[in-house]
């Protein structure tokens, strides 16, 4: 039924990903899915920041982002699963979005907190994810 599934990951709140990643997990087995695990840096292609950052710090900081997304993978993903990591910079929820087009994603698996206080005040890349998205996505809160 899934060929490719996505899974967001904020490295900064992998315990709230948990749920997420056990049914990624779950449903790329049961379906032989890629699973597809994506991160973004937000951030250096705003001018006020950028200006301030040489590109080459903006490369170190995306390299490193990829080889802690990488290890990440190898610590929570069994064996024989097939999956593919990659990690972008710039808008959350817009980079997201890009991803789902370009890796043919048919089903998105996201992680999100159960506040409706954070919704209404800082907005909220998974309900920005399921309001723009062309494709089935699964909330796991």
Do not use: W
């Not at 967001?8 to 790329?28: M, R, S």
């Not at 980079?95 to 206080?117: G, R």
């Not at 399921?130 to 909330?139: A, D, G, I």
Request: some cysteine.
């Amino acid at each position: 039924m899934y060929k490719n599934i996505l899974l967001p990951v904020d490295l900064n709140e992998t315990a709230l990903a948990q749920k997420a990643i056990d049914t990624a997990i779950f449903l790329a087995q049961s379906n032989n899915a890629t699973l597809h695990l994506f991160t973004v840096i937000p951030g250096f292609n705003m001018p006020i920041v950028s200006n301030h950052f040489p590109t080459e710090v903006m490369r170190e900081a995306l390299a490193d982002l990829q080889t802690r997304l990488n290890e990440y993978a190898k610590q929570q993903l069994p064996e024989g699963i097939n999956y593919e990591v990659d990690v972008a910079e710039g808008k959350a929820y817009k980079k997201i979005l890009k991803k789902i087009s370009q890796s043919d994603i048919d089903l998105v698996v996201i992680a999100t907190h159960n506040s409706k206080l954070n919704h209404f005040f800082l907005g909220s890349v998974t309900a920005k994810v399921v309001e723009h998205c062309n494709t089935s996505v699964l909330v796991i809160k």
